[in-house]
Every structure is written in C-alpha cells, then in structure tokens.
C-alpha cells in the first residue's frame, strides 16, 4: 500500500503529536513553493502548520510533496489510539481518569504553550468529549440549546445543532444560564440534555437531528432548581438519563431510534445534578444514580430497583458523579454533605463508612491508588483515604480552595473556580507538590451579570488541555514531559 493511500485511510482523525515538531521546510508538490513551519496536527485530509510568526494555516495532504507526506508518517500513527478519545462525562469510564502518558511533569512559567481559543461556545458549562479528531461541546446562542462541534487540530467550527429551546427560563439563572452537561458520543452518534430536559441524539458527521425526547412532558420529570445537569449515558444500545420523578426516576432508550426500554417505576426520587455510571458486581450490570436523600442502583436490563443507601444529609444541590472503585462506590456532596464509600454486593450494596473529610460541591473527585482528591469546601484539595475514610492531608491556599480536579499521568490538574487558575500537582498521598501553575488567558464577558463561576472540568486527552470558561474554549498543550 502506498504512503498516500495510507494516509487517506486514517486520516479521519487528528494526530496527537508524541512531542514537539521542529520546524522545516514544506514544499508544494505542483508548484515548488516553500515554507518553513511546524506541523501542528493532521486532520481531515490537511496537515496544520505555525509559521514562526504563529500564524496557523491548513495545507491538503494532496498538494504536499512525497517527502513531506513520508515526514508526517514518521511522527507516528495516523489515527488516534484506541482508548485515546473521550466519549463523555469523565471519559469513557467515567473516572475523570485520562490514559495519556508522557506528558509535562512541570509546566514553564506562565503555564503550558496555548494552541488556539475558540470564542463562540454560547453559554453553559459543558465539558467537551473529544472523538475522531472532533471536539463536541453544548452551548446556547441566542435563545438555541446547541451541540456544536470542532475540528480539534484548528478550532475551526464544522457544524451546531439546536437540540432545544432555551430562554433562560425554567430554572434558576442566577448562577448562569446555558446547557450544563456534557455530549455523550458513540457509533457515529452524538447525544445531549438541554437545562429543561429536552435530550437529543444527532449524527455526528453532520448534525442532522435523529430524534428528541422531552423528560417532563413524556416521562414525568421535574427541571431542578438549576437546570437539568446531567451527562446522558451509553451503555451498549441504551442510552441512560435521569428525569426523576413519580413515573420513574431514570430511564433507558434505545440509542439508534430513542424507543423507550424501560422506566424505573419503583425509583421516584426527583432529578438532581449528578449522572449515572455503570457497575457490574458478582456479573450483574446495574446503573448507580445519586439523588439528594439516596444512592440507587437499577438493573441496567429491566430497571427493576436493586438497592439503595441512604445519604441523609444531602441537601439543596447534589452534583458530583459517583466514583467506581471495584465493587466499592464513592460519592460526596457539598452543602456539609461529605463523603460516603458503599461496597456493592450483586444485586444489594452496604454502607463502609460515611463522614465530613470531603465535602465537594461542583468539582468531582479521582480516584487513584486507594486514595481520593477533591477540592472539598472549606478544605481546600484534600487526599482522603478510600478504605477508611480517614483525612491524610488537604492544602489550603490561593488555587486550591474550591474548584474541579481531573487526573492524567500520575498528576492532578486542578482548576480553581473563582480565579480561573489552574495547578499541576502530583497524585500522591505523601504531601502536596505543586509543580506549576498559570491563569486563563481570558475571561468571558457571560458571567457578568451572574454568579457563575468557572465550573467546567478540565479535560486532558491526546497531549491536550482543554478548559473552558462559558463561550471561551481553550486548548494547551502538555505534551512532552518525560
């Protein structure tokens, strides 16, 4: 097979660079003109290049010479890793885990080099989901709930998709209006949830509508406070969300044709912010959702109720995601919530401890060698131990008060809510050991007006950083560290 061929083949997808690119002398193969640039990344049939004046230009592999088309094979695969998207919510898994290797161990002065800054992501809080060299992330424009979805190499929108109307009315917007969950990405398909419970699934080539559902006027569901939060859930051909409510608090689709599969008659807690995660103890498959008084697990076939735990002081808003370890469940919630473990057994699941140590608000937490990290109210980032709970250290300071934590290559990466400063740290349970960190190139002009804060969770996936501050998208990249 010839090097053209191959490359037409996988390049449905951007390279993630293994490290810096030197820049070197490309050649237009009808023309013979020159240019010396760096490659940048692949995608879509073009190669991007930065010129040293940091100009960033697309140039289609077609019109490049042979040696410059052999220089990009030798970078490395064409065509992103298996395990190397981001599918939804806290990844594919759900752990906030990202599987990047070989990324910067200490970040410069002034943080990570920015790659580009995408500026109309509309208003919301969604993270994004990175698949196929395309980023899809939700946002309101105007009065339209959208999906929209980006070229990951150049930040250059290829397509939006209104899933919904949304006026700000409905729920709360003092804190901020706009979309609140993630995109969720499988087979070639894209699904979301508008803040009044209007989920949608549409193609994710073109963003052509395949269908809609309303969760409260179809299944009973109630808008909270705030808005519908929720990262809808694949699993296999179901599609997994939470309209709460006395018809049945969580509900499955079929994900091709959004057909109902089943209603969770017994389950009639109302919605949330949290989302639903997959859990398959002694073999059986079950979905475990936390409302504001309970953790719940459904059998993912029927949805028959399995088990619940009381979570008694969980009050207002209940927002972080649980967090599987094995057939152990962590979950935490502010408002002097705090932390729970429950050790599933099939189809029952039994308290292990439950008190104050972590008491995360919006920020989620990792898990990472029996140890969870949270940026805790009123704590700062705390390392709490996960078999007894027990607190085994917490920083306090600027950077570290109240914010998200996300987890790549044995570091945390956290983002302070109220500054827009991110810290890199190391994942250990000795101490805290900051090694870098920087402030958001930009603040967006939505928040004023509001008491929003900077409450999307960092991303890191293919060497890249992604951080969103409401329309702002911004990518660094932490690529390179040995």
Request: glycine share 16%.
């Amino acid at each position: 097979m010839g090097i053209m061929k191959r490359i037409t083949l996988s390049l449905l997808a951007l390279v993630a660079l293994p490290g810096p690119v030197v820049a070197r002398t490309w050649t237009e193969a009808e023309s013979g003109r020159t240019i010396e640039a760096e490659l940048v990344g692949v995608g879509d049939g073009t190669a991007t290049l930065e010129r040293t004046d940091g100009r960033r230009f697309e140039l289609p592999l077609a019109r490049l010479s042979d040696a410059d088309r052999a220089f990009i094979e030798e970078q490395g695969p064409m065509a992103v890793e298996a395990g190397a998207d981001w599918p939804s919510w806290r990844g594919p898994k759900r752990d906030n885990r990202s599987p990047d290797t070989g990324l910067l161990k200490t970040w410069p002065e002034g943080g990570p080099k920015l790659v580009w800054t995408f500026e109309d992501g509309g208003k919301g809080y969604s993270a994004p989901a990175i698949v196929g060299g395309k980023i899809y992330i939700t946002g309101t424009r105007g009065d339209d709930a959208e999906i929209i979805c980006l070229d990951a190499a150049t930040a250059k929108e290829q397509w939006s998709a209104k899933i919904g109307d949304d006026e700000g009315e409905g729920y709360m917007t003092r804190w901020g209006g706009g979309t609140r969950g993630a995109p969720t990405v499988s087979d070639g398909l894209v699904y979301a949830m508008t803040a009044n419970g209007t989920v949608a699934c549409v193609g994710a080539e073109d963003g052509k509508v395949k269908w809609r559902k309303d969760l409260v006027g179809d299944f009973g569901g109630s808008v909270p406070r705030w808005g519908y939060a929720e990262s809808p859930l694949v699993d296999g051909n179901r599609l997994i969300v939470t309209p709460g409510g006395a018809q049945g608090a969580i509900v499955a689709f079929d994900k091709v044709s959004g057909d109902i599969l089943w209603q969770s008659e017994e389950l009639k807690d109302g919605a949330h912010y949290s989302s639903v995660i997959v859990a398959e103890p002694d073999g059986r498959r079950q979905y475990i959702q936390l409302f504001e008084k309970k953790l719940a697990g459904v059998d993912a076939e029927s949805g028959k109720l399995l088990w619940t735990v009381g979570w008694p002081d969980g009050r207002t808003a209940v927002i972080p995601t649980p967090a599987l370890d094995g057939d152990r469940v962590y979950v935490t919630s502010g408002y002097g919530a705090g932390s729970m473990l429950v050790k599933l057994t099939g189809d029952g699941a039994e308290e292990v401890w439950r008190n104050k140590v972590m008491k995360v608000h919006h920020g989620g937490v990792v898990l990472v060698d029996g140890h969870a990290y949270g940026l805790s109210d009123g704590g700062g980032l705390v390392c709490q131990n996960l078999d007894s709970g027990e607190l085994v250290w917490n920083q306090r300071g600027r950077g570290t008060q109240k914010g998200a934590v996300h987890y790549a290559d044995g570091m945390l990466y956290g983002l302070d809510e109220e500054e827009g400063s991110v810290f890199l740290a190391e994942a250990t349970a000795a101490e805290f050991r900051e090694r870098g960190r920087f402030e958001l190139p930009q603040e967006t002009e939505l928040r004023e007006g509001t008491m929003g804060k900077v409450w999307t969770h960092p991303v890191v996936i293919g060497g890249k950083l992604y951080l969103r501050d409401q329309d702002l998208l911004f990518c660094f990249d932490v690529s390179g560290g040995s």
